[in-house]
């Protein structure tokens, strides 16, 4: 069964750090882009960027360039979305999803079931 | 950035009813685009891609048009289980860009 799964949720504080994963499973890791999307509490969903694992190939928003990075390890089908220093305005629920076409970065097919990141004093 | 304007962003319907829900795209697209629907507390689940192809598995109710800059989702007889957050997507040239959301209601 091909699926994505993701870390559990986290609760941190303003200026701490933190990396959330996405594992896939079922289909060829390498050979499909990955991508994150934000959901804050309410809102609707925002593209954050997305990267292929066969090479490292990493795209990002605008709107995200700078404030989080994205990375991969392919050798345990495992992709990541990472802060170095959290902001309130980080609180959300992150979801990762495949393109639904190999090795080209198109509509997302697969979805994790999301993470949820609360950062509070 | 390509921007994507979704409306309307609530529509009110009943059973049965046909329901249309419109995208429009600051730029070209050439028919790279996809409709989602989120229901509360889920992941979105992928119903159209490349504007008008019918994701397998999803019922043949939902049917996606359009090219160019503006898009349409329209549901043909709204049935119980559609009553959730429609969402469009434009993936042009390895970027991504959603619509703000439409709740589709009961009336």
């Known amino acids: 069964e091909e699926q994505l799964v993701q870390s559990g949720a986290d609760v941190k504080k303003p200026g701490e750090s933190l990396k959330i994963s996405c594992q896939g499973s079922g289909y060829s890791f390498t050979n499909y882009w990955i991508g994150w999307v934000r959901q804050m509490p309410g809102k609707g969903l925002e593209w954050m960027g997305i990267i292929y694992p066969g090479d490292s190939d990493t795209r990002y928003s605008p709107s995200f360039q700078g404030q989080v990075t994205i990375s991969v390890d392919k050798s345990i089908t495992t992709a990541y979305l990472q802060w170095s220093s959290l902001k309130a305005s980080d609180t959300a629920t992150y979801y990762c999803?495949?393109?639904?076409?190999?090795?080209?970065?198109?509509?997302?097919?697969?979805w994790g079931r999301g993470t949820l990141v609360t950062v509070s004093s | 950035d390509i921007q994507m304007t979704q409306s309307p962003s609530t529509l009110s319907a009943s059973v049965g009813d046909r329901v249309t829900i419109t995208c429009r795209a600051s730029?070209?697209?050439?028919?790279?685009l996809a409709w989602y629907q989120q229901k509360p507390g889920k992941a979105p689940k992928l119903l159209i891609y490349k504007a008008s192809v019918l994701e397998s598995g999803v019922p043949s109710r939902f049917s996606g048009s359009g090219s160019g800059t503006e898009f349409t989702l329209t549901i043909s007889t709204l049935q119980p289980d559609d009553f959730a957050t429609y969402y469009c997507h434009q993936y042009q040239g390895y970027s991504g860009t959603f619509g703000q959301g439409t709740k589709v209601e009961i009336k």
């Open positions: 730029q070209t697209l050439n028919s790279w």
């Open positions: 999803a495949r393109s639904g076409v190999p090795r080209t970065a198109e509509y997302l097919d697969l």
